[in-house]
């Protein structure tokens, strides 16, 4: 293990890119925040990371509906108070939904809660903390979907482009502050998320989560002088 570092929060940390990403992060030195709502799964997790022959700073398991932006707000800031500074949040939740008309309004409403306004609130709380700091490194998980408008994915496009708006701008506005943001937008990932939504690939296929997590670690090792606004991961099959 390398020399311990600072906190690195993850969202959606139950499963899939978020999963990976803190095991990786925890084993890179960094004592990883796990969020989800699913506390049974955060602490399945928590025990993975904490295998007996590994020396790591221990996971904090941190059971949050990310849609109450109030409990957020208090909670990171409680664990900010407690274990010091924030380097790296890794907004890694988010919900699929098909189609771009097919769904009533209500539906859309909570998709864009949580893909969108949700994000908002933990960008909002923590970059209020890293800019006291004067450092920190946000990485945001959105989709291939930011980027091109698939047919029968405005739902989940539509989000994930507000997403990439909000996330951009950040990249441009925080750096001078200390802050670096880069948006990370993968196609298709080898997650049971993707599996659901019914991919048309195979598992070797598809983009893996430790593409994502190897993309951070490189990005981690540049020098605080270059920023990266966003990496787009295609498959080979895929190419558009």
């Not at 097919?102 to 923590?126: C, H, W």
């Not at 690939?201 to 966003?230: A, G, H, T, W």
Request: overall charge neutral; hydrophobic content about 40%.
């Amino acid at each position: 293990m390398e020399k311990q570092k600072g906190l690195a929060i993850i969202t959606g940390a139950s499963q899939g890119i978020g999963a990976v990403i803190a095991a990786g992060l925890a084993t890179d030195g960094y004592r990883v925040v796990l969020v989800a709502r699913n506390k049974q799964n955060l602490e399945k997790i928590h025990d993975e990371i904490m295998q007996p022959d590994r020396n790591i700073q221990e996971p904090v398991v941190l059971p949050l509906d990310i849609t109450d932006c109030t409990k957020v707000d208090t909670e990171i800031k409680r664990i900010n108070q407690k274990y010091g500074a924030i380097d790296i949040l890794v907004n890694a939740a988010a919900m699929f939904m098909d189609g771009s008309l097919s769904e009533p309004v209500d539906n859309f409403r909570k998709i864009m809660e949580i893909n969108v306004i949700a994000q908002y609130g933990i960008l909002k709380t923590v970059t209020e903390i890293m800019k006291v700091q004067k450092s920190g490194y946000i990485f945001n998980i959105a989709s291939r979907a930011a980027k091109y408008g698939f047919a029968d994915g405005g739902i989940y496009g539509s989000t994930k482009f507000a997403f990439l708006g909000l996330a951009e701008s950040l990249y441009r506005e925080l750096p001078p502050l200390g802050i670096r943001v880069t948006t990370l937008c993968p196609g298709w990932v080898n997650t049971d998320m993707a599996k659901k939504a019914g991919t048309p690939f195979k598992d070797e296929e598809m983009v893996q989560p430790s593409d994502l997590l190897n993309s951070i670690r490189y990005l981690l090792s540049l020098s605080e002088n270059v920023c990266v606004k966003d990496i787009v991961f295609e498959m080979k099959k895929s190419i558009i």
